[in-house]
Antibody, heavy 115, light 107 residues
Framework: QEQLQESGPGLVKPSETLSLTCAVS????????WSWIRQTPGKGLEWIGY???????NHNPSLTSRVTMSMDTSKSQFSLKLTSVTTADTAVYYC?????????WGQGILVTVSS | DIRMTQSPSSLSASVGERVTITCQAS??????LNWFQQKPGKAPQLLMY???NLEAGVPSRFSGSASGTDFTFTISSLQPEDFATYYC?????????FGGGTKVEIK
């Protein structure tokens, strides 16, 4: 049974780096594209970017200067780093199977940016 | 970015009623449109892809259609479990973009 599980700090200070990991089980991480999507009450659902085990990545232009994605196929997990966060980055972050079309979602993790 | 304009932002309906939600793309996206359902505290769940194709296991009371850049999502007979927020999403162009959502509430 496919499962995606986000993990990481729930609280990050302004100007610091948000780091999240998604553990993938029940499906081969090497067989698909994987994305991050976030959701805020104000801006709604926002696609952050995708990664493929081949090294292919693509990020939302609105975030690309602050986003890094990586993958560890041996651990079947992929990660997101978002630098220089502000309160506007407070959101529920989802890891998702899919490139531009999100087929399957993790349960989400709330990350609050606050001092 | 392609702008997805979804309406209405909320609606109230009774069990058994027919419900229609629309989504308009700011430019042509062919039929590269998904519809998602989200319940409180849960992740969105894909209901429909390609504008009108139901995901496996999704009841047939859900349907979708397309006409140019206008897309319609219909629930033919609203059931208690359908009260949720619905989102459209285009995946024709990067970055993928979402509509603002339609909250379907109980009348």
């Amino acid at each position: 049974q496919e499962q995606l599980q986000e993990s990481g700090p729930g609280l990050v200070k302004p100007s610091e780096t948000l780091s999240l990991t998604c553990a993938v089980s029940g499906v081969s991480i090497s067989s698909h594209y994987w994305s991050w999507i976030r959701q805020t009450p104000g801006k709604g659902l926002e696609w952050i970017g995708y990664i493929h085990y081949s090294g292919s990545t693509n990020h939302n232009p609105s975030l690309t200067s602050r986003v890094t994605m990586s993958m560890d196929t041996s651990k079947s997990q992929f990660s997101l780093k978002l630098t220089s966060v502000t309160t506007a980055d407070t959101a529920v972050y989802y890891c998702v199977r899919g490139k531009a079309s999100p087929y399957f979602w993790g349960q989400g993790i709330l990350v609050t940016v606050s001092s | 970015d392609i702008r997805m304009t979804q309406s209405p932002s909320s609606l109230s309906a009774s069990v058994g009623e027919r419900v229609t939600i629309t989504c308009q793309a700011s430019q042509a996206i062919r039929n590269s449109l998904n519809w998602f359902q989200q319940k409180p505290g849960k992740a969105p769940q894909l209901l429909m892809y390609g504008a009108s194709n139901l995901e496996a296991g999704v009841p047939s009371r859900f349907s979708g259609s397309a006409s140019g850049t206008d897309f319609t999502f219909t629930i033919s007979s609203l059931q208690p479990e359908d009260f949720a927020t619905y989102y459209c999403q285009q995946y024709d162009n990067l970055p993928p973009t979402f509509g603002g959502g339609t909250k379907v509430e109980i009348k």
